[in-house]
């Protein structure tokens, strides 16, 4: 077989005259077939065969006039002279044997239950006790009408003939040697005489119904039956070799050269794939360093579960930028060759996802939307539809509240499906095996990279190579020159500026800062001693950029960004807005930015190689690197295709030397779980979700199910004071005074765990534990007094609480917005426990008394930012408005709608909370997006932003439609600054979006 689908030819067969040639069975004499000699007693015979099962393979026969003779000059069903023969033949056999064992005449010989016969269970009594004793069921539907008459004759003569006949029950003569009846010679006749004279008389009886009815009836069911048993058996197979590329048709390949660039694989992904454990589906845990190709080995594995075992897949990716990088990769895939592309990040995702008639989904998630979707597929008995799970970075196991959502994920899939395969890309561990244990999985680790990789370290003006062998882990290689003047020496004190021109505007260059403020001075001070032909390097197209910044602006441009684009550089932090974010990364990419002062998370965030990385300081904020980030940030460094080398230098001031050569050289750190982290919160949340999803229902059941989690293989180092028995006993009856869950006590002792309403719209709504209470009674009380004629209301009940910590209000700011509002708004604001009065004695500056609650105080001042958003869909002036960073109300603006949705799924479980089901569903559309109504349609495109929605809408592409009908050729001329490879993907993933409509009604 090959290609993506495996198509089932059937053909309709009315022959008149049959080959003797053209089918062999193994009744088929051997002097005809060419073969061994026909089966002796002394030769081992098929067991249990069924005349019936051949004779569903026949082909139907056209019908002639009743005088013809059916059979011409051969007398076989099956294109052969053989089965006639056989039952002559066999019932000779068996006369002679009988005569020979049994002197009585008219007995014959039973077999004693011991006798060892190679042939036992064919022949018995008479070849009519065979065909009376194997019913034709099985082949009964397939069987052409003669042949049915044929079976009732044969079969009601057997139990003529048996000695049980008058007593319904088996046909067949009992075994036992004393029950010996015997025969009458006048009821013998031949076999072949009968079966003949019968199928001649079936040929010229008349029939009630027409013959071409008959044949059209037996035409189709022995079509349907061909076809059945050909999906059957395609279904059936665990893998199909579709084609020579690792099992996938040669589309494929083409595909990813002429979509991705790539011709040929790296050999190590070539051995990867050929893998036992790859091609017998065991879970696999593979490590490579940064930019070494992991994540092809991934999309080919997830194109195999798709295309060839039909299942679906599950990519998890850890940010919302990677998850929307991955769909628009994925998108032009899917058209191609048949599946859907569906996105689970921020807002956005069906929860349960929708079960499609005809192809297969690819879900690509973040940590906590993949949760979600393996919790809802558990949910609805679809666990076992999810073939494979690919988790990128998979390290961040160890990662606080996220590792401990990874570890939930994973331990549900493994204990509820053992069909599914999961996959993990991970940087190297030092304890790896604790991650093989938990998963049952194999472990391949290559240190291949396509670019070689030199790491340095740069200490007062002298450039020395890291190496581990060396005793003190560095080697001298050369010094730094430069012409520095006393002011530059004063501005750049660790010649940042002396080493990133050795290497732009040619070459690009990265330079990891260790606070956002950093990022935008090192920009800007590079920027003054730059020369002016950098002003001239691709002018035009910073000219475009700079426009392109003005217009996500409505107007307003960054003044750091307004002054160091011409130069070529720029800065990359979360204080900017997504929008800016991805037209730096573009312009990076395409070489019209060659440096970007940039904050540890780009390194994971998204792949944005370099000729030459620098880490600006040995620390994060005010810690100090560790081994894993460090190697994240220098594996930046290497472009392939592009470079030979890859350049990493760290700056260290002589304080940090010895903890450095600590960090070049030791190994990487052990990954550990957090299901214990921040006292148990997710062990915690573990638990109830378990209980809420019927996957444990007792304690005994819920200890069975943790012996499988990361925190169980690690128990000794993380449960030191108390069992993890006790740990879970203690966390149940946690969730019981939270009114979460019931315990209740049964008669033999033993304790039956339910979830309450409660804990159900919790779990399902993903709402962290400490704040379900606080959420419950907040809506609660919104609906007896619930301000319908604005959004305000609403707003300050989806504000997310995580977010209260960070909001500083500016006291003044605060009553002159509040101030702007309606006398309803005012109304509303204390009736939640804000009144005008606390905020007007707080902007003048006066001791307010009477107690009130700060964290209400700061919801709704951040409700706020978020209403003032809804009204004017202008970040940018509504952060100068508020005096907050841009990037600030750009992450509230995406938790604010996360969190929504979360809401949302948290109101559907509560039966009085009923209002508020239609109410957010538009919320989370307008908090998603945050533009004119006109404009969402288009904006839900993977990679289309506020402006570049606005210029398709300007030019005539207003809905989805449109543009998933778009030529990208002239939607690459028609909108400016559109590169052909962005428009066809923004084309390919509004193509995508039109598929993912539901096929089948839950």
């Known amino acids: 077989m090959n290609g993506g689908k495996q198509e089932i030819q059937i053909k309709r067969v009315s022959c008149r005259k049959r080959s003797r040639d053209g089918l062999k069975s193994h009744l088929t004499p051997a002097r005809k077939r060419g073969g061994h000699p026909p089966c002796t007693q002394q030769q081992a015979c098929p067991k249990n065969w069924k005349l019936s099962s051949i004779m569903a393979d026949v082909p139907s026969a056209e019908f002639y006039s009743d005088s013809e003779d059916l059979f011409g000059d051969y007398d076989s069903l099956l294109e052969d002279s053989s089965l006639l023969a056989q039952l002559d033949s066999a019932e000779q056999t068996e006369r002679q044997r009988s005569a020979a064992d049994q002197p009585t005449a008219g007995f014959t010989s039973l077999r004693p239950a011991n006798a060892a016969a190679p042939c036992e269970d064919v022949l018995t009594d008479s070849i009519l006790d065979v065909l009376g004793d194997e019913p034709f069921e099985d082949s009964q539907p397939y069987l052409p009408a003669s042949q049915h008459q044929f079976h009732q004759e044969v079969h009601g003569d057997a139990q003529r003939t048996s000695p049980h006949a008058g007593d319904n029950k088996t046909s067949t003569p009992l075994r036992d040697p004393v029950a010996k009846r015997p025969r009458p010679a006048a009821a013998r006749r031949s076999v072949t005489e009968r079966l003949k004279k019968t199928m001649l008389g079936n040929a010229a009886a008349p029939s009630g119904v027409s013959r071409a009815a008959e044949m059209k009836e037996a035409a189709v069911s022995e079509e349907i039956g061909v076809a059945t048993r050909a999906v059957e058996t395609a279904s059936g197979a665990e893998t199909a070799d579709l084609g020579p590329f690792f099992g996938l048709p040669t589309k494929v390949k083409d595909l990813m050269f002429n979509l991705r660039g790539i011709e040929k694989l790296y050999d190590w992904q070539e051995t990867c794939l050929n893998l036992d454990c790859v091609q017998q589906r065991r879970n696999l845990i593979y490590s490579l360093p940064t930019s070494g190709g992991k994540t092809l080995v991934a999309e080919i594995l997830v194109l195999r579960e798709l295309l060839c075992r039909k299942k679906d897949c599950l990519f998890i990716l850890p940010y919302i930028s990677l998850v929307q990088e991955k769909v628009r990769g994925l998108a032009s895939l899917g058209l191609e060759l048949d599946f859907v592309v569906e996105e689970y990040a921020g807002s956005r995702g069906r929860f349960p996802p929708v079960r499609r008639r005809s192809g297969r989904s690819a879900f690509v998630a973040t940590i906590e939307k993949g949760h979600s979707l393996v919790n809802s597929l558990i949910e609805t008995s679809r666990i076992q539809d999810l073939g494979l799970v690919v988790v990128d970075e998979l390290h961040m196991l160890g990662d606080g509240s996220r590792g401990a959502v990874i570890e939930m994920t994973l331990a549900k899939v493994l204990y509820m499906s053992k069909s599914t395969q999961i996959i ?247 990954c550990y779980s957090n299901l214990m982290h921040d006292e148990g919160k997710g062990l915690l949340s573990l638990i109830l979700s378990l209980i809420g999803l019927n996957i444990t229902t007792s304690l005994d059941q819920m200890k069975d ?298």
């Open 424 to 670: 993990g890309m991970s940087a190297t561990l030092g304890n790896i095996r604790d991650l093989q244990t938990f998963l049952k999985a194999e472990n391949y680790t290559n240190d291949f990279r396509p670019v070689q990789l030199k790491e340095y370290v740069k200490l007062n003006d002298t450039i020395y190579e890291v190496d581990p062998k060396e005793e003190d882990c560095f080697r001298f290689s050369r010094p730094l020159n430069f012409k520095y003047s006393s002011s530059m020496q004063k501005m750049d004190p660790d010649h940042i500026i002396a080493l990133v021109t050795e290497v732009i505007p040619t070459h690009s260059c990265l330079v990891f800062c260790p606070t956002k403020k950093n990022c935008e001075n090192v920009a800007a001070m590079i920027c003054k001693y730059l020369k002016e032909e950098f002003l001239r390097h691709r002018e035009a197209e910073k000219g475009v950029l700079l426009r392109a910044l003005r217009d996500s602006g409505n107007g307003a441009v960054c003044p750091v960004l307004r002054r160091t684009v011409p130069y070529g550089l720029a800065y990359h932090h979360s204080g900017l807005t997504s929008e800016e974010r991805k037209l730096v990364e573009e312009a990076y990419s395409s070489g019209v930015l060659c440096l970007l002062a940039c904050t540890s998370t780009l390194a994971a965030g998204i792949n944005l190689p370099a000729r030459r990385v620098i880490l600006r300081s040995p620390y994060v904020a005010t810690d100090f690197l560790k081994r894993s980030q460090y190697k994240q940030m220098v594996g930046r460094a290497g472009r392939a295709g592009i470079d030979t080398v890859g350049e990493s230098i760290l700056i260290l001031q002589d304080k940090d030397t010895k903890m450095a050569k600590t960090l070049v050289s030791a190994p990487m750190e052990n």
């Open 705 to 1002: 199910f943790l012996c499988g989690t990361l925190l169980f293989v690690q128990r000794k180092q993380l449960c030191v004071e108390t069992s993890l028995t006790e740990t879970v006993q203690r966390l149940v009856g946690l969730l019981e005074d939270k009114h979460l869950i019931t315990v209740t006590t049964e008669s033999h002792g033993g304790q039956t765990l339910q979830v309450t309403k409660l804990g159900r719209a919790t779990y399902k709504g993903s709402v962290d534990l400490s704040y379900s209470e606080v959420l419950y009674r907040d809506l609660s009380k919104g609906l007896e007094g619930l301000l319908l004629n604005s959004f305000l209301h609403l707003v300050y009940l989806v504000t997310p609480y995580d977010m209260i910590a960070q909001c500083k209000p500016d006291w003044m700011l605060f009553f002159r917005q509040f101030t702007l509002l309606s006398a309803t708004e005012q109304k509303m604001s204390a009736a939640v426990g804000v009144p005008e009065s606390f905020i007007a004695r707080k902007a003048a500056g006066q001791t307010v008394r009477k107690g009130v609650n700060m964290e209400q105080v700061r919801r709704m001042y951040l409700a706020l930012v978020l209403f003032s958003l809804l009204k004017e869909t202008n970040l940018w002036s509504v952060a100068d408005r508020f005096q907050l960073s841009r990037g600030f109300v750009q992450s509230l603006l995406s938790s604010s709608s996360a969190f929504c949705s979360c809401v949302l799924h948290f109101t559907q479980e509560l039966e009085e909370l009923w209002p508020f089901k239609a109410l957010l569903t538009e919320l989370t559309r307008r908090l998603s997006y945050c533009v004119k109504a006109e404009l969402i349609p288009l904006m839900e495109v993977a990679g289309v932003m506020e402006s570049r929605a606005k210029q398709l809408y300007n030019a005539g592409y207003k809905t989805l439609s449109h543009l998933a009908n778009a030529d990208p050729a002239v939607l690459s001329n028609t909108i400016e600054n559109l590169f052909k490879k962005q428009a066809n993907q923004i084309v390919a993933s509004a193509k995508m979006l039109s598929l993912c409509v539901p096929d089948v009604a839950e």
